[in-house]
């Protein structure tokens, strides 16, 4: 499927189904996928997102962060293990893991402005925003 043509082929959904560490395997399933794809149109994987071939994007717990990362962020699958990696381990370290959910809410959300800043994406902006350009809902 490329970009051009995919309006013609309906619409492309990728769910994120479960979470923990679930999410982690689906990531990869989607990573092979990915590959598959950079060798048919021979391109480097570094410049394939999922954002650019799925309409829409949705999941539960790190599935939801998942699709938000791919989605909204427009991260590639590297990127987001990796962002999931650095989530999981800020929020469930073994300091934080007898914290309240408070805590590990303040770690979640400290976490995520880390991420955004990093896109350069104001922490204050909405996700119905105009702005984002991308064919992909999440």
């Known amino acids: 499927m490329s970009l051009k043509d995919s309006s013609d082929e309906g619409i492309c959904i990728l769910s994120f189904d479960s979470g923990g560490p679930g999410t ?8 092979n996928y990915m590959d598959q794809m950079a060798i048919f149109q021979d391109m480097k994987n570094e410049d394939l997102y999922p954002a650019d ?5 949705g999941g539960v717990g790190f599935g ?5 990362m791919l989605g ?6 590297d990127e987001a293990i990796d962002a999931l990696f ?5 929020i469930f370290d073994e300091s934080t893991q ?15 402005e880390t991420l ?6 104001a922490l204050e902006t909405r996700m119905q925003d105009k702005g984002n350009q991308s064919r992909c809902k999440v």
Not at 24 to 31: C, G, N
Not at 53 to 57: A, C, P, R, S, V
Request: charged letters at 20%.
């Open 24 to 31: 982690y395997s689906q990531l990869l399933i989607l990573k």
């Open 53 to 57: 071939y799925f309409d829409l994007m």
């Open 64 to 68: 939801g962060l998942a699709a938000f």
């Open 72 to 77: 909204y962020l427009r991260m590639s699958v």
């Open 86 to 90: 650095v989530i999981a381990f800020t």
């Open 98 to 112: 007898k914290g309240t959910p408070e805590v590990n809410m303040r770690n979640l959300k400290s976490v995520i």
């Open 116 to 121: 955004l800043r990093a896109k350069q994406i």
